[in-house]
C-alpha cells in the first residue's frame, strides 16, 4: 500500500507555464501539495530534505511571478532544489534522484534548461547571477535568455567570502540582479559568527509581522498589480525596509524581512520587484528549515540530510554499521589526544559533525573552533594558529579544501607552518556525485614543497596517522580518508607515531608489486587472493606516504620485479606520478620496469554507490586483477569483463 499523498493542482503542473493561470489561493494550496510530494519522494531516496521544505513556497512563488528558463533561477548550493526540480519537469525522475545513472542532488546544467547553473559547493550563485546579468546588458547569446537573474542564497552560505566580493562587486556595476536571501538561521549545524548575528538583528528590528501587513495592503492596493504606478511600488519597497542595512551599503536596494512561508507576502513582493527593479535588490526572506514535517522540524539540523525514511513516522531506514566511521574514528583520535595536549586545537568551516569534530567542541569548547562556510578563511586562521605555537588541526573535506588552496599553498607551505589537515572524504563519495569527490587534494597537496601526505588504509592507520600528526611539528602535514565506514580492523589502543616517508610491507610476493596507497588496500588484498588461484603471488605495499615518498623502497620493489602498479583514489597527479618521475630519474625504466598506475579516469563521475562510482573508475579489485594480468602479458579477457 502506498502513503503518496493526494496532489490534484499539483498533477497538473509539468512546468511553471503550467502556474501561470493560478490564483493566489491555488498557488499556496500548489505549494502545500509540492512539500507533500517533497517528503514522500525523499522518504523513498533519501538525500537533503530540510533545506527544499524551507523554500517550498519561495519555489511556487518565483515560477509563478518570473519566466523560467528565459528568467534565470540560481540556488545556492542547490541542496534545496528538489521542489524545484519538481515543478520543472522532473517529478516522474525524482525517484532516481542520487543514484547512478539518475538525477543529481544538485543543480545541473546538463540536466535541465531550468537549471542555468550547477552548484553544490556553497555562495557562487551571487557572481554567477551577476555575470549573466552582465551578459544579458551586453546582449549575450539569445539561446541563454534575456531575462532576469535571480540567485536564491542561505544565510549560511551568505557569510561566506565569495558572497562578499560578489555584492561588491554587484553594487559597483548596479546592474538589475535579485537575490533572495534565504535566512532560517540555520547551516548544517546551528550557524556560527557575528554575520548571523547580524541577520537576526535585522529580523528582530522589522519583526515581519508588521510587513504582512503592509504586504496584503498593498496586494489590494495594486489590482491589477501591474498596472499601479511607480510611486506605489516604490512604497512598498520602502515600506519594507529596514534602512541602513549592510546590503544597502553594499548598493542593493534591501526588502524585507518578510515571511517566506506567506504566499500572499512572497507574490506580492516578487511582483513588485519585477515590476520595478533598476539595481540590485535583495529580499530577505525568514524561512524554517525542515517547515512543515515535524520530524525534520524538530531534528537538530532540520532535517538537512536523511536516509529513506517511513513517511509517516519519519523513522529513518538506515543500514546497519559493521565497522566505526573514519571520521568517527578521527575525532575520537584527536579527542584522546587533545586530553594530553592542551596546544592542540580544532578548525572546521561549517561541517563540525560532518568532520567528527562534534566531540572536541563538546569537551574542548575553548579550542574548537567553527568559522562558518569559509574555507579560506579556516586555513589562513590555521595557519596564524601555528604561529602563535598552536597544533591546529584543520578539518576540511577533499572537495571544499579546494577553495583555500592559495592558503594552503601561500600562508602554510610557503611559511613551512605546522597545520595538520585531516582530509575527509577522500575519493569518490556516492550519492553527492562529482561535485563532492575528493578527487585532487593528493595532487594539489603533494606539490607542495614541505607537505607531508599520507592516506589511511584502514580505520587502525587513520589512529597512528592522527597520533604522527600531533608528533610531527617540523610543518604542515596532511592525512586523507574516505567517507564512511572503516573496513572492520582490530583497533589499537594507542596510535603509533609512524616514521616520515615510510611505507609498509603488507605481503611478499614476486613478479609484480602492488603499490597501494589509501583505502583500496582491500580491494588489491581481494585481488590478490583472485591472483593467487592462478598462481599468482603479487609482493603488496601500504605505501602510506605519498610524500616524501619510501624511496629506498619503491626504487627496490622496482628492480626487484617484473611490473609495478600504483593504485590510489585520486586524480593523476598524484602518488602515482610521483613514483613514475622517482622511476624516471632513476632509470629504472630504462631497465625494462613495466610500470602502470591505477588513477581516476580524467571525467567526472556521477552519483552512484561508491563501490559503482569505484567501478566506473576502474578501480575496484576485478580491474585490479585485470591490470596484473595485462601488465604482465597474460591478459584474461573474461576476469576483465567482470
Ligand atoms: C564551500 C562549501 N562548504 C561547505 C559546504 C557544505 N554545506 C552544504 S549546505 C551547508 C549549509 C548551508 O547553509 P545555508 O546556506 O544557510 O542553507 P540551508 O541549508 O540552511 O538552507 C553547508 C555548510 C558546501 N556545500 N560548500
Ligand atoms: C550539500 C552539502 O554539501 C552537504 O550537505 C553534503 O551533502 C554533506 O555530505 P556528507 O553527507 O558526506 O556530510
Ligand atoms: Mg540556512
Redo the contacts with the bound molecule.
Sequence with gaps: MSDRPQTPLLDRVNTPADMKGMSDAELAQLAHELRLETVFSVSETGGHL??GL?VVEMTVAIHAVFDAPKDRLIW??S??CYPHKIITGRRDRMRTIRQKDGLSGFTKRSESPYDPFGA????TSISAALGMAVARDLGGAPEHGLGDCIAV?????IS?GMAFEAMNNAGHLKKRMIVIL?D?D???AP?TGAMSSYLSRLYAGAPFQEFKAAAKGAVSLLPPPFQEGARRAKELLKSATVGGTLFEELGFSYVGPIDGHDMDQLLAVLRTVKLRADGPVLIHAITK?GKGYAPAENAADGG?ATAKFDFVTGKQKKAPSNAPSYTSVFGKALVEHAAEDSKIVAVS???PDGTGLGLMAERYPSRTFDVG?A?QHAVTFAAGLAAGGMKPFCAIYST?LQ?GYDQIVHDVALQGLPVRFPIDRAGLVGADGATHAGSFDIAFMTNLPGMVVMAAADEAELVHMVATAVAYDDGPIAFRYPRGEGVGVEMPEKGEVLEIGKSRLIQEGNRVALLSFGTRLSEVMTAAENLAAKGITPTIIDARFAKPLDEDAILNLARNHEALITIEEGAVGGFGSHVAQLLADNAVFDAGLKYRSMVFPDIFIDQASPADMYAAAAMNAPQIEAKVLETLGIADIATRRA
Design positions: 530540510g533545506a524551507g545556492d548550493v541542496h534545496q553544490a559547493h556553497s555562495s542564497i542561505g544565510d549560511g552560505s561566506a534565504n532560517n540555520m547551516s548544517i550557524p528549515k538537512h568551516a561549517a561541517m562556510i574555507e571544499f577553495r
